[in-house]
């Protein structure tokens, strides 16, 4: 998988980079603001670009301007967005309207290689990631849904969040240790008790649920 | 009441000149003259409202000294009748004495000498004359062995006794600040006391000069009347005294000054003033700083100063100023507007000793969070940096022998650096947030209500962004009363409310907590409210106990 790496901080470009190329992507390049990486991707034409959100000129939401654009111009190529602190706002905007080939992780999280390495699967293949401490946050603070939220079974709760992270049935099998027809069957039945229509795309999923959880 | 006392005086005084009464003729002429003189005074001193308790006093005096003359008409029934009331001309004298100007006792010690006098002088001479049977009033002279001398006796020294503490009780009074009771009467007094005391002694000793003493002594009383009269005069003179301000305060400086005119007119020189300040629902003296109110019932009473209706401030003063209302009310009228100016100067003040107070506690403030921020570097992050490269340390060393080990290690050092990076994060929200920086307050105080322990509803009807300034100090705001919320009022929901409204801003969180909050206690609030006061905003804590708490910032934005 070809992947390009964006980040004002030259230390943490070179560590992202690193990373990659011994999890078995190929760093393809890599820029230190919005208009370079621009410029990369209608060169190089990525699988994914991993893009860090707080970059120059104003240091405010420059990753999030340049995913929008990225997913607008390049559909094949899909937006891993890694943000230093926990932003629900932001990983609410960036989700939108379309989850499709989007991510969003806190940028330790990418430490862990494994983690790093599954995102990227999915946002490459067409579906979202979504940082399990967002998704945490947004469980927690579900409000008027609490009640129906509580009346999910904990291996329930489980598939749900995991779910929210954008994991296909197999991973959050592998991960639970259960079956993927299992998950499925779990799934379903979550997505009855919510009253949420179900889907059998992940990124829908996600918006789903995210939707569902942010009312 | 003049006319009865007219008609008795007139009636006992034609008996006594007929009869003579057996003693010499200066004698004769003055004692009636005496009671006519309190009794005159007494009478002209009733014509005028104020003074009609001192009038009554005197008309009192007076009586009671004619009664003396019920012995001279050797009408054995008027003697007898008239034989234990001999005295009660001293009681009432020295009741007098005591209530002058007023005509009232203020104090209980007061009441207690007068009703001591009164007890001495008819009780003891009651017994006495009925141990003795009707006689001369000189049966005290030595040598008498009467059955009742020895009663004479302690009628006679304790009355000796209550005279002496009645002059001291004055004399303190004299000390105090209005030196009351006036000069006059206090001459007449002290005359009246020595001339007394003389003749007893003398009579005593040396009954020849008896005579001498008492003639001295009558017409140094007959004059107390006329010196009554004429201080209570002299206290409507005062009143002239006003037009001398008038001019005297158009050349009035400052506070202290003003104090001084006003304390001369009053005749006061232990005036005190005291401004009011609507903010703080308190008085202030002239330099500004809090005053507290004396006590009812003492030596000192307050007036109100008000003007248009509106409540500039008070006067303290002697207690005894409050008999001349109209003096005190042409006083504040004559120095109405320099009390307002005096007023105005004071709340100044007392604003800019809050607001430099403020400013120094906004400087400890910010020295204090440096010096937190430090405190949490070393023993947070730095700590577990430190650590962490132990734990490399480690890895590395059992790497080429127990790779699993390391591997082990690796995933320790992994997470201490996630825990140290989780501290940093937090340390540098407090210091800057970010998100405000990035997206501004709304979407700041969105995220503090993802991370908040407690369900919080956010509600926003202003402009996406306000000023940078308000924001900041917002943020903080929110994040402290979450903080509160969540720790000390153990609530279960939060409501955040931001409104902008004719160019002001209010940001208000609210709780169903437990309430009891206070801006004062807890310095978190406290310093809000210096931050908040130094926009030129208003903090206002509502904390009703059981109720839940509301805190709100109100700001001019732009």
Redesign the interface.
């Known amino acids: 998988m070809r992947v390009v790496v964006a980040d004002d901080a030259a230390l943490l470009r070179e560590g992202l980079s690193r990373l990659l190329v011994e999890a078995g992507f190929t760093v393809v390049g890599t820029a230190g603001d919005g208009d370079a990486l621009l410029a990369l991707v209608e060169e190089a034409r990525p699988d994914v670009a991993v893009v860090d959100i707080?970059m120059p000129p104003s240091?405010?939401?420059e990753g999030l301007r340049a995913a929008r654009r990225i997913r607008a111009e390049y559909p094949d190529t899909g937006v891993l967005v890694l943000s230093?602190?926990?932003?629900?706002?932001y990983a609410l905007e960036l989700f939108g309207g379309d989850a499709r080939g989007v991510g969003y992780l806190v940028k330790?999280r990418v430490?862990?290689m494994a983690e790093l390495a599954a995102a990227l699967r999915q946002v490459s293949s067409g579906g979202s990631a979504l940082d399990p401490d967002v998704v945490a946050?947004?469980v927690r603070?579900a409000?008027p849904h609490a009640g129906t939220l509580a009346a999910l079974t904990d291996r329930e709760s489980n598939v749900l969040a995991l779910m929210a992270q954008g994991r296909s049935n197999r991973a959050i099998g592998d991960r639970l240790g259960i079956a993927e027809r299992t998950v499925e069957k779990h799934i379903a039945g979550i997505f009855a008790k919510l009253g949420v229509p179900a889907s059998t795309e992940d990124h829908r999923r996600v918006l789903a649920v995210l939707a569902y959880l942010s009312s | 009441m003049g006319s009865v006392f007219a008609a008795f005086g007139a009636a006992l005084t034609a008996v006594v000149l007929a009869r003579g009464g057996g003693l010499g003729v200066l004698h004769v002429l003055l004692t009636p003259l005496v009671g006519w003189s309190f009794g005159v005074a007494g009478m002209l001193a009733c014509l005028h409202r104020r003074w009609r308790r001192v009038g009554v006093l005197l008309l009192a005096v007076g009586f009671a000294w004619l009664v003396h003359l019920l012995d001279w008409t050797h009408v054995p029934v008027l003697v007898s009748v008239g034989a234990p009331l001999r005295n009660v001309y001293a009681a009432v004298f020295a009741h007098l004495l005591l209530a002058f100007p007023t005509g009232r006792l203020g104090s209980w010690w007061s009441r207690a000498l007068v009703v001591a006098g009164y007890l001495d002088v008819v009780g003891v001479q009651v017994v006495a004359t009925v141990l003795d049977g009707p006689g001369p009033a000189t049966s005290w002279v030595r040598g008498d062995r009467s059955p009742a001398a020895v009663w004479y006796d302690v009628e006679n020294a304790v009355g000796v006794l209550l005279a002496g503490l009645v002059m001291v009780t004055l004399v303190r009074r004299a000390r105090s600040a209005r030196g009351h009771p006036p000069a006059a009467v206090w001459t007449a007094a002290v005359v009246a006391f020595v001339a007394l005391l003389a003749n007893l002694l003398s009579a005593w000793f040396s009954p020849g000069l008896a005579l001498v003493s008492w003639v001295a002594f009558l017409t140094g009383f007959a004059a107390v009347p006329f010196a009554f009269l004429a201080s209570l005069l002299g206290l409507r003179l005062r009143r002239a005294g006003v037009a001398a301000l008038i001019v005297r305060l158009s050349r009035v400086g400052d506070t202290a000054e003003l104090r001084d005119a006003l304390a001369d007119a009053l005749r006061d020189p232990s005036l005190e003033l005291a401004f009011w300040v609507p903010d703080r629902g308190g008085y202030v003296d002239g330099q500004g700083r809090e005053v507290t109110l004396p006590a009812t019932g003492g030596e000192r009473a307050g007036t109100l100063v008000e003007r248009d209706g509106r409540r500039i401030g008070a006067l303290f003063h002697d207690v005894a100023l409050r008999d001349e209302p109209e003096l005190v009310d042409a006083v504040v009228a004559a120095a109405g507007l320099a009390l307002d100016n005096a007023r105005l100067q004071a709340e100044l003040r007392a604003q800019l000793a809050e607001l430099r107070a403020s400013r120094v506690r906004l400087v400890e403030a910010a020295a204090t969070e440096r010096r937190r921020i430090e405190r949490n570097l070393h023993d947070g992050a730095q700590q577990r940096l430190v650590s962490v490269a132990f734990v490399l340390g480690l890895a590395r060393s059992r790497l080429p022998g127990d790779p699993i080990a390391a591997g082990s290690a690796l995933t320790e050092a992994?997470s201490g650096?996630?825990q140290a990076?989780d501290e940093l994060?937090r340390l540098s929200?407090g210091i800057h947030p970010?998100?405000l920086?990035?997206?501004g307050l709304r979407?700041a105080i969105?995220?503090l209500?993802?991370?908040a322990p407690v369900?919080t509803?956010v509600a926003w009807h202003a402009p996406d962004r306000l000023s940078e300034a308000v924001e900041l100090t917002g943020y903080y705001m929110v994040a402290e009363a979450l903080a509160n919320a969540a720790k000390h009022a153990r609530a279960t929901s939060v409501r955040i409310r931001v409104s902008d409204q004719d160019g002001r801003a209010t940001i208000a969180v609210s709780d169903d907590g437990v309430g009891g909050a206070h801006a004062e206690r807890g310095t978190g609030l406290h310093g809000l409210t210096d931050r908040v006061e130094a926009l030129g905003g208003r903090l206002t804590v509502l904390s009703p106990v059981g109720a839940g708490t509301t805190i709100q910032m109100e700001v001019s934005c732009g």
Not at chain 1, 84 to 89: A, G, L
């Open positions: 707080r240091y405010t939401d230093q602190h926990v932003r629900v706002t330790d430490a862990d946050l947004l603070r409000g | 992994q650096l996630a990076l994060r929200q970010g998100v920086v990035e997206r979407v969105a995220e209500a993802w991370a369900p509803h």
